[in-house]
């Protein structure tokens, strides 16, 4: 019998790891689905320097749903540790990868060097980085990119097919056919599936065959406000940030959301109806993917590309004029100047570090600018201790008093709300056994009930539980 293991996301949204112990025709075999950073946390980052061990010599193949760190972020310790077989992913998850993985080396290797010289006036030793550069460069030449829909054969006789999860680009549902007690047993992998109303992402697919579905479950326990709701808000609160006269500062993540958010200025200008003359990009790595996202626009929604009239290609300042690339520190820095007027797409998306922090500081404590919070803020960040009311908070070692006005806005979602979960899990025939992934603990909980109403058997598995195929 082939066997599967939960390695990560059990209980958690990052992590993801899923081990494959496949009884091939001759002899046996082992691939590894997904290997995601665990991030949130020291002690939950602390579980990413467990070593692979035997495990990297042992992996024949890897696959990989998305470039999302939380899936793919540990790819190069993995290689570091030896693993010199393939991964398999879309190849816009391969050109995407190459920007993710490139930036946690760099990032990984400065809060090191901050670490390290701490550690040395304490006399302790000097930690090493989980990988570096050079083990990205090598991961990324192990890459094998594939199209959606288009079978692909991996060691032990399994198959493997990329679906269109609708998630960020490249993002793929992953469908594997394994030889298991000389019967093929049909694996599915949700991966994050997108959501349907978000702009630039098409409609994740719907699969209809399984014996055996692994099923993502961050939004588990609720849907998500509807876009238009949120559109309208964002609209209003930009118009009186203009009346205002204030600065909008919105902390974004690099991947999906910030070409979103650009996607719907895009349309309020061409509408006519955005106030503001200038819209900054300020983060070398939300520009990069912004780019790539430009450049894979056939990828993307045709729909959503059509209201705004032009082929999006080459420079996304094409469809919006008057946005501004800031890639240097003193292009950055020299924003600082303008006092009103501006909006402000900066990372960290919560507000723990990056850039955003600067502008913080220089917007935090005018009545007239407006924070949009777009994203999840998790416990303990700068951006979870705004959304909670915060009126003072300490930003770059100064303590500043919160002037500006906080709004939240729930509706931009890369991942599909309850109901779409439970509509996606509807579409299998012949009732294949669910287990939960990604998901907190109270989000799966409410999910398994919901799916149950539905006629819906699923269970949540825990960590390091294996099941036969
Ligand atoms: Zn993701």
Known sequence: MSRLTFLGAVGEVTGSRYLLDVDGPSRPHRLLLECGLHQGGRELEGANAVPFGRLAGQLEAVVLSHGHLDHAGLLPKLVREGYRGPI???????????????????????????????????????????????????????????????????????????????????????????????????????????NPASALMKTPEKVHEADLVLMESTYGDRDHRPLPDTLEEFARVLDEAHADGGNVLIPAFAVGRTQEILYHLSVLYHEGRLHQQMVFLDSPMAIRVTEL???KHKALDPDDLRVLNVAAHGDPGQYLPILRLTRSVEESMAINRIHGGAIIIAGAGMCNGGRIVHHLRYNLERPSTRLVIVGFQARGTLGRQLVEGA???????????????????????????????????????????????????EAQRALQAALEEAGIQAEIPAYRQRIEL
């Open 293 to 295: 996202y430009a450049r």
């Open 391 to 441: 009126e003072r908070v300490r930003v770059l070692g100064e303590e500043l008093a919160v002037k500006a006005r906080v709004h939240t806005l729930g509706g931009f979602s890369a991942h599909a709300g309850q109901s779409e979960l439970i509509g996606w899990a509807g579409a299998f025939r012949d009732h294949p056994r669910f287990y939960l992934v990604h998901g907190e603990p």
């Open 88 to 194: 398999h992913c879309t190849a816009d998850t391969a050109e995407l990868l190459e920007i993710m993985l490139v930036d946690a080396a760099f990032v990984m290797a400065k809060d090191l060097e901050w670490e390290n010289r701490w550690r040395s006036r304490a006399g302790k030793p000097a930690l090493e980085p989980l990988y570096d550069e050079d083990d990205v460069v090598r991961t990324l030449e192990q890459c094998e990119p594939h199209d959606y829909g288009r079978p692909v054969t991996l060691p032990g006789d399994v198959t493997l097919v990329f679906r269109d999860a609708g998630h960020i680009l490249g993002s793929a549902i992953v469908e594997l056919a394994i030889p298991s007690g000389g019967q093929r047993r049909r694996l599915v992998f949700s991966g994050d599936l997108g």
